[in-house]
């Protein structure tokens, strides 16, 4: 089946040099073009000052666009947030929670963007309630599944039944790719050891992992409470025996650290993007760490770019580093070298025969 | 997440009301990867050289006005704090602090959406207090700082 891969960059990665104002949103999309990346993805919230007005203008609009054109790119995912604690004394209505995710939608259709990724907690019903809208304006909404959520899951077929029911074409999963893990992150593991753990520890975290790894994680259900569903994957993946060997072998904090976050990750066969192929537009390619050698330490970035050629993707793939939340309590954080290697890391595995 | 950078370190002042001082004040940061709307924001836990400091006794100044108590804090809904924007924290304390150094713990509360967190629930029934393991993202931790009095202050 032929496939279309591009690449793109979530302005996500640029957290750190934003935030200490080493880049600006213009500065983020010439450091995007530059790794040869044809698409952006953007989190208004992020990097919009004053969010949402400046979106409602024609002269923000017209330097989006300039900027979009000057920069040779093409917008590729509007990631969206549904805050419904925003009143003090209750949870938005359904009837409230549609509307925002309507607004949502209607600022990603004026800054170009054609998919929206909408966080894992939204309820399905403001899904549905939205899903006519989305088709008139042309955006996608895409569910991200982000670890501890899995394709092929309970939890995933609640939302199938849905798209199959409604035969919806604007809705959809955008895979982070932070399910296919086949390591616990470097970054993670050396920040644990700055931070003092016991390399007996970091052992038993690591040996824990890779018999997940190889017996198959038990999958995540479809639960309307999260947190519990949550937990109950946690319980099932062995946390609880895991957390008492670290802490018989005398952990301290920064093992329990180490410990807790482990089941923040995830692997998945990369089948499961072939699988459901049908559903996925966009997709994050989630990464903790590319060396100089263009290898990435957690994220199996070569045997899930074969899957998606296999699938016959026709969609981005934009990077989306979290290694900086690792590091930046003792070292500098370099986002733009980091993009760089991973949009080269996947240059390769795309275009490599 | 940006927990290191939740004060900035040279921003400790007093605070003085017909010269005298009637409290101190700090910059912060936000301590999430994004912006958020101001209503999210529901105070900190501070705890200065070993005494803590309710939210009733906190304002936050933000957007060039004036600085809010969080009753009226929680209730602006569509302003926004910006992602890169410093705001000042005001504290209510007789006298306002000693020159030299104090020991700051802090914690930020943002009740943002993240996703999929423990707590989550709990947080729609039933809003931390500051403090109380809730922080601002992925930030539960009460982080500690040792700040050296400025002079001057307003």
């Known amino acids: 089946m032929s496939y279309d891969i591009k690449r793109s960059v979530s302005l996500y990665s640029y957290q750190d040099e934003y935030y ?133 899951s309970g939890w995933a077929d609640g939302y199938m039944e849905m798209i199959l029911r409604t035969g919806t074409k604007h809705f959809g999963f955008i895979p982070d790719m932070g399910i296919f893990c086949k390591n616990i992150p470097s970054v993670l593991r050396d920040k644990a050891r700055n931070m003092g753990a016991k390399e007996e520890c970091i052992k038993i975290v690591d040996d824990a992992y890779a018999k997940r790894l190889e017996k198959g994680f038990v999958k995540i259900k479809y639960d309307l409470d999260l947190g519990k569903a949550n937990m109950e994957y946690r319980m099932a993946n062995g946390m609880k025996e895991m957390m008492e060997a670290v802490e018989q072998a005398g952990g301290g904090p920064a093992d329990m650290m180490y410990a807790g976050s482990s089941f923040t990750y995830s692997w998945s066969e990369p089948q499961d993007i072939i699988d459901n192929i049908d559903y996925i537009f966009h997709t994050h390619a989630k990464f903790y760490h590319v060396g100089e050698d263009y290898a990435e330490t957690a994220v199996a970035i070569p045997e899930v770019v074969e899957a998606f050629k296999k699938a016959g993707y026709q969609g981005y793939l934009s990077s989306e580093y979290e290694g900086g939340e690792h590091l930046r309590g003792y070292m500098q954080v370099d986002s733009v070298e980091q993009v760089r290697r991973h949009q080269e890391a996947m240059r390769r595995a795309i275009e490599g025969a | 997440m940006f927990d290191q950078y939740l004060i900035r370190k040279d921003s400790l002042q007093n605070v003085y009301e017909d010269g005298k001082a009637v409290g101190f004040k700090f910059a912060v940061r936000i301590a999430d990867y994004r912006g958020c709307f101001l209503s999210l924001h529901n105070g900190y836990y501070i ?6 400091y309710p939210r009733e006794v906190q304002k936050f100044e933000i957007n060039g006005k004036a600085p809010r108590d969080f009753e009226e804090i929680k209730t602006c809904v569509w302003e926004h704090w910006n992602y890169d924007d410093e705001g000042f924290v005001y504290v209510t304390k007789e006298g306002g602090l000693a020159p030299g150094k104090h020991t700051i713990g802090l914690q930020q509360s943002i009740l943002a959406q993240y996703g999929y967190m423990p707590w989550d629930e709990e947080w729609l029934k039933n809003p931390p207090v500051p403090g109380s393991g809730a922080g601002a993202g992925k930030t539960a931790a009460i982080c500690t700082f040792e700040l050296e009095l400025q002079e001057g202050g307003c």
């Open chain 1, 20 to 152: 200490d104002g080493r880049l600006d949103l213009e500065g983020c999309l010439k450091e995007t073009a530059k790794t040869g990346a044809t698409g952006v993805e953007l989190l208004a919230e992020q990097m919009i000052r004053r969010f949402p007005l400046p979106i409602e203008t024609q002269e923000f609009r017209d330097q989006w666009f300039g900027w979009l054109k000057e920069y040779g790119l093409e917008p590729s995912c509007y990631d969206a947030f549904l805050e419904n604690r925003i009143y003090d004394n209750r949870t938005l209505t359904l009837k409230e929670q549609v509307n925002m995710m309507k607004r949502d939608i209607r600022l990603a259709a004026l800054l170009g963007f054609h998919n929206l990724r909408t966080l894992v907690s939204t309820p399905m019903d403001v899904i549905e309630g939205s899903l006519e809208y989305a088709a008139e304006q042309d955006v996608k909404i895409g569910l991200e599944v982000h670890a501890p959520f899995s394709l092929n």
């Open chain 2, 47 to 52: 705890n200065c050289d070993g005494v803590e």
